[in-house]
Protein backbone atom coordinates (compact mmCIF):
# COMPACT_ATOMS: atom_id res chain seq x y z
CA UNK A 1 0.00 0.00 0.00
CA UNK A 2 3.00 2.11 0.26
CA UNK A 3 3.90 2.29 -3.64
CA UNK A 4 3.52 5.72 -5.13
CA UNK A 5 0.94 6.59 -7.32
CA UNK A 6 0.89 7.43 -10.93
CA UNK A 7 -0.16 10.59 -12.23
CA UNK A 8 -2.03 9.25 -15.50
CA UNK A 9 -1.15 12.51 -17.71
CA UNK A 10 2.67 12.70 -17.42
CA UNK A 11 3.68 9.42 -15.68
CA UNK A 12 4.91 11.33 -12.78
CA UNK A 13 5.10 9.51 -9.34
CA UNK A 14 3.98 10.17 -6.26
CA UNK A 15 5.04 8.76 -2.79
CA UNK A 16 2.23 7.27 -1.00
CA UNK A 17 3.51 10.14 2.00
CA UNK A 18 5.06 13.23 1.93
CA UNK A 19 5.58 15.27 5.38
CA UNK A 20 4.23 13.00 7.65
CA UNK A 21 1.06 12.90 5.53
CA UNK A 22 -0.94 10.50 2.96
CA UNK A 23 -1.33 11.45 -0.98
CA UNK A 24 -5.13 11.83 -1.53
CA UNK A 25 -5.28 12.30 -5.18
CA UNK A 26 -2.90 13.85 -8.24
CA UNK A 27 -3.59 15.82 -11.55
CA UNK A 28 -1.83 17.93 -14.29
CA UNK A 29 -1.79 21.45 -14.84
CA UNK A 30 -2.14 22.00 -18.02
CA UNK A 31 -2.21 25.34 -19.81
CA UNK A 32 -3.56 26.47 -23.21
CA UNK A 33 -4.94 22.80 -23.63
CA UNK A 34 -2.41 20.81 -24.26
CA UNK A 35 0.96 21.75 -22.40
CA UNK A 36 1.08 19.76 -19.46
CA UNK A 37 3.24 22.17 -17.45
CA UNK A 38 3.66 20.09 -13.76
CA UNK A 39 2.02 17.12 -12.29
CA UNK A 40 0.42 18.13 -8.77
CA UNK A 41 -0.47 16.02 -6.07
CA UNK A 42 -2.49 16.86 -2.52
CA UNK A 43 -1.09 15.14 0.94
CA UNK A 44 -3.75 15.52 3.52
CA UNK A 45 -3.52 14.38 7.05
CA UNK A 46 -6.22 11.43 7.30
CA UNK A 47 -7.10 12.16 10.95
CA UNK A 48 -8.07 15.93 10.06
CA UNK A 49 -10.14 14.61 7.43
CA UNK A 50 -11.66 11.60 9.24
CA UNK A 51 -14.80 13.24 10.77
CA UNK A 52 -15.17 15.64 7.69
CA UNK A 53 -15.26 12.63 5.05
CA UNK A 54 -17.79 11.27 6.71
CA UNK A 55 -20.24 14.15 6.53
CA UNK A 56 -20.11 13.76 2.34
CA UNK A 57 -18.65 15.45 -0.43
CA UNK A 58 -19.77 19.04 0.07
CA UNK A 59 -17.96 18.90 3.65
CA UNK A 60 -14.92 17.61 1.71
CA UNK A 61 -14.89 20.54 -0.30
CA UNK A 62 -15.47 22.81 2.12
CA UNK A 63 -12.75 21.89 4.30
CA UNK A 64 -10.50 21.60 0.99
CA UNK A 65 -10.92 25.37 1.10
CA UNK A 66 -10.25 26.11 4.57
CA UNK A 67 -6.68 26.17 5.29
CA UNK A 68 -6.83 25.24 8.66
CA UNK A 69 -6.83 21.34 7.55
CA UNK A 70 -3.41 20.61 7.07
CA UNK A 71 -2.36 19.98 3.91
CA UNK A 72 1.14 19.71 1.49
CA UNK A 73 0.75 20.34 -2.44
CA UNK A 74 3.41 19.14 -4.26
CA UNK A 75 4.55 20.19 -7.58
CA UNK A 76 6.51 17.88 -10.09
CA UNK A 77 7.53 20.10 -13.33
CA UNK A 78 6.47 17.88 -16.24
CA UNK A 79 8.95 20.05 -18.87
CA UNK A 80 11.80 22.83 -18.73
CA UNK A 81 10.05 26.32 -17.30
CA UNK A 82 11.91 29.58 -16.54
CA UNK A 83 11.64 30.82 -12.71
CA UNK A 84 10.24 33.87 -14.01
CA UNK A 85 7.48 31.71 -15.95
CA UNK A 86 6.34 29.34 -12.25
CA UNK A 87 5.99 32.11 -10.21
CA UNK A 88 4.36 34.63 -12.50
CA UNK A 89 1.88 31.97 -13.37
CA UNK A 90 1.23 31.38 -9.92
CA UNK A 91 1.03 35.05 -8.49
CA UNK A 92 -1.57 35.45 -11.77
CA UNK A 93 -3.96 32.98 -10.24
CA UNK A 94 -3.49 34.04 -6.65
CA UNK A 95 -3.73 37.59 -7.13
CA UNK A 96 -7.45 38.23 -8.01
CA UNK A 97 -8.57 35.72 -5.38
CA UNK A 98 -6.94 38.13 -2.62
CA UNK A 99 -9.15 40.86 -3.76
CA UNK A 100 -6.46 43.55 -3.19
CA UNK A 101 -5.51 41.86 0.59
CA UNK A 102 -2.11 41.15 2.02
CA UNK A 103 -0.44 41.84 -1.63
CA UNK A 104 2.59 41.90 -0.08
CA UNK A 105 2.79 37.82 0.25
CA UNK A 106 3.00 37.98 -3.09
CA UNK A 107 6.52 39.49 -3.11
CA UNK A 108 7.55 37.13 -0.34
CA UNK A 109 6.48 33.84 -2.58
CA UNK A 110 8.55 35.29 -5.57
CA UNK A 111 11.73 35.67 -2.84
CA UNK A 112 11.20 31.99 -1.68
CA UNK A 113 12.04 31.09 -5.29
CA UNK A 114 15.99 31.41 -6.55
CA UNK A 115 16.92 32.36 -10.19
CA UNK A 116 17.65 29.00 -11.36
CA UNK A 117 15.10 27.91 -14.15
CA UNK A 118 12.83 24.85 -13.76
CA UNK A 119 13.92 21.71 -15.67
CA UNK A 120 11.61 18.71 -16.06
CA UNK A 121 11.43 17.05 -12.46
CA UNK A 122 12.02 19.40 -10.75
CA UNK A 123 9.88 19.13 -7.25
CA UNK A 124 8.45 22.28 -4.91
CA UNK A 125 6.48 21.63 -1.78
CA UNK A 126 3.88 24.24 -0.42
CA UNK A 127 2.94 22.56 3.43
CA UNK A 128 -0.43 24.96 4.38
CA UNK A 129 -1.08 24.96 8.21
CA UNK A 130 -3.74 27.52 9.18
CA UNK A 131 -2.17 30.67 8.25
CA UNK A 132 1.82 29.73 7.70
CA UNK A 133 2.71 28.25 4.16
CA UNK A 134 6.23 26.31 4.57
CA UNK A 135 7.69 26.36 1.26
CA UNK A 136 10.62 24.18 -0.07
CA UNK A 137 11.90 25.30 -3.66
CA UNK A 138 12.92 23.56 -6.07
CA UNK A 139 16.84 23.33 -5.28
CA UNK A 140 15.71 21.96 -1.60
CA UNK A 141 15.79 25.98 -0.06
CA UNK A 142 12.93 26.60 2.66
CA UNK A 143 11.14 29.39 3.36
CA UNK A 144 7.78 30.50 5.04
CA UNK A 145 4.86 32.93 4.35
CA UNK A 146 2.49 34.04 7.55
CA UNK A 147 -0.64 35.61 5.44
CA UNK A 148 -4.15 34.21 6.15
CA UNK A 149 -5.45 36.05 2.55
CA UNK A 150 -2.43 34.16 0.95
CA UNK A 151 -3.70 30.50 2.43
CA UNK A 152 -7.13 31.23 1.52
CA UNK A 153 -6.36 32.08 -1.89
CA UNK A 154 -3.76 29.39 -2.83
CA UNK A 155 -6.73 27.02 -1.47
CA UNK A 156 -9.13 28.56 -4.10
CA UNK A 157 -6.39 28.15 -6.40
CA UNK A 158 -6.15 24.34 -6.38
CA UNK A 159 -9.15 23.34 -4.51
CA UNK A 160 -12.01 26.10 -5.87
CA UNK A 161 -14.52 25.99 -8.34
CA UNK A 162 -12.05 27.44 -10.61
CA UNK A 163 -9.34 25.24 -9.80
CA UNK A 164 -6.46 25.28 -11.95
CA UNK A 165 -6.39 21.12 -12.57
CA UNK A 166 -9.31 19.97 -12.33
CA UNK A 167 -8.04 16.64 -12.62
CA UNK A 168 -5.84 17.29 -9.73
CA UNK A 169 -9.25 18.58 -7.96
CA UNK A 170 -11.49 15.42 -9.00
CA UNK A 171 -8.66 13.30 -8.28
CA UNK A 172 -8.58 14.50 -4.95
CA UNK A 173 -12.46 14.58 -4.02
CA UNK A 174 -12.13 10.44 -4.72
CA UNK A 175 -8.97 9.71 -2.97
CA UNK A 176 -9.92 11.81 0.44
CA UNK A 177 -12.85 8.98 0.84
CA UNK A 178 -9.97 6.03 1.22
CA UNK A 179 -7.72 7.61 3.46
Not at 6 to 12: L, Q, R
Not at 78 to 99: C, F, G, H, Q, V
Request: proline share 6%; charged share 25%.
Amino acid sequence: MLSPSKEPATGILFPRLCNGMTLAGCGVRVKWSFIKVYAVGTYLDPLAMSMVKSQGEEAVKKALLDPKYPRTIRIVMNRNLSIDKYTAAIIEALEPRMKGQDLGALDEFKKLNPPVDLVEGAEMEMTIRGDMLLYKNAVGGIGQIKSAVFMEALCDVYYGADAVSPTHLESVLSGVKDL
